[in-house]
């Protein structure tokens, strides 16, 4: 379909989610000398202005990234990634959302690659240009599902792999779940970051089943919810799996929830975090 634009939702309240995820688990894989493949199968357009129409439209940021940038309080799981946002911005203004691309480019080390797809015909070259200078970038305009599988595993046998889609079309959720079912029969020791939102609740627990169901060892679930589940239009919370999680996330997950809960929520908001399938 090709229409979803994220420019729309860039820093929102599942950006927020998701990015400070992604950050806590690339800081990470920093820890060790050894290089990695960050592997991005929806990646957007790298980076996003807050001022253009499209952000302007929605202002769904100004109940995310901007209500937390300037808070005095975060905790210490959450610092790393206000300071990510912090560093594409000047003079305490929001101007930059960095999408899931720029976050990588943030971590990137000499011996690290990453490897982007996009399909969108607009994003791809919004993509292209971020990176024409990222050396270790590699920007393709094709299948995401395909090119995580034809990627793994990495020479190092190492690798952070993100799956967040549009969700455009039904087919995504178990899509989704089953390219990283695949993924994980080739590399069984990366790390899987899948994005999911919640607009209808029998297409996350359908995702739920399919990972009890399967092969795979160590999967963390992660959710944010503003609403209550509704049978209404829209996405009412966020979440995300995560397959062979770092050690330590659970913890600052449990760090990270009750305060943006507290920063971004009101009375029906609500948060999960708990173990899907064990070691």
């Given at each position: 379909?090709?229409?979803?634009?994220?420019?729309?939702?860039?820093?929102?309240?599942?950006?927020?989610?998701?990015?400070?995820?992604?950050?806590?688990?690339?800081?990470?894989?920093?820890?060790?000398?050894?290089?990695?493949?960050?592997?991005?199968?929806?990646?957007?357009?790298?980076?996003?202005?807050?001022?253009?129409?499209?952000a302007?439209?929605?202002?769904?940021?100004?109940?995310?990234?901007a209500?937390?940038?300037?808070?005095?309080?975060?905790?210490?799981?959450?610092?790393?990634?206000?300071?990510?946002?912090?560093?594409?911005?000047?003079?305490?203004?929001?101007?930059?959302?960095?999408?899931?691309?720029?976050?990588?480019?943030?971590?990137?080390?000499?011996?690290?690659?990453?490897?982007?797809?996009?399909?969108?015909?607009?994003?791809?070259?919004?993509?292209?240009?971020?990176?024409?200078?990222?050396?270790?970038?590699?920007?393709?305009?094709?299948?995401?599902?395909?090119?995580?599988?034809?990627?793994?595993?990495?020479?190092?046998?190492?690798?952070?792999?993100?799956?967040?889609?549009?969700?455009?079309?039904?087919?995504?959720y178990?899509?989704?779940?089953?390219?990283?079912?695949?993924?994980?029969?080739?590399?069984a020791?990366?790390?899987?970051?899948?994005?999911?939102?919640?607009?209808?609740?029998?297409?996350?627990?359908?995702?739920?089943?399919?990972?009890?169901?399967?092969?795979?060892?160590?999967?963390?679930?992660?959710?944010?919810?503003?609403?209550?589940?509704?049978?209404?239009?829209?996405?009412?919370?966020?979440?995300?799996?995560?397959?062979?999680?770092?050690?330590?996330?659970?913890?600052?997950?449990?760090e990270?929830?009750?305060?943006?809960?507290?920063k971004?929520?009101?009375?029906?908001s609500h948060?999960?975090?708990?173990?899907?399938?064990?070691?």
């Open positions: 379909m090709l229409s979803y634009r994220h420019a729309f939702h860039a820093g929102n309240f599942a950006d927020v989610l998701k990015h400070s995820v992604l950050t806590l688990v690339l800081e990470y894989m920093t820890r060790k000398e050894k290089g990695f493949y960050y592997i991005d199968s929806h990646s957007g357009a790298g980076m996003y202005s807050l001022a253009d129409e499209y302007q439209k929605t202002g769904e940021f100004k109940d995310g990234i209500k937390l940038i300037n808070q005095a309080d975060i905790p210490e799981a959450l610092i790393d990634y206000v300071n990510l946002i912090k560093s594409f911005n000047e003079d305490g203004e929001l101007d930059y959302y960095p999408g899931s691309p720029a976050i990588a480019k943030y971590f990137d080390r000499r011996q690290d690659s990453a490897h982007l797809f996009e399909l969108h015909p607009n994003d791809i070259q919004l993509l292209s240009e971020y990176c024409q200078r990222w050396h270790k970038s590699h920007v393709n305009q094709s299948d995401g599902y395909q090119g995580v599988l034809g990627l793994v595993p990495p020479p190092s046998r190492r690798g952070v792999v993100l799956i967040d889609p549009p969700y455009e079309l039904k087919e995504d178990s899509k989704a779940v089953k390219t990283i079912i695949n993924a994980y029969k080739k590399f020791t990366g790390t899987y970051i899948l994005w999911y939102p919640v607009v209808k609740r029998e297409l996350v627990v359908a995702m739920q089943n399919q990972f009890s169901q399967s092969s795979i060892k160590n999967v963390l679930q992660v959710e944010y919810c503003q609403l209550e589940d509704t049978d209404e239009y829209g996405m009412t919370g966020t979440g995300l799996f995560i397959v062979n999680p770092p050690w330590q996330l659970n913890k600052q997950l449990s990270i929830l009750p305060f943006v809960k507290e971004l929520g009101n009375t029906q948060f999960l975090l708990k173990q899907l399938v064990g070691e």
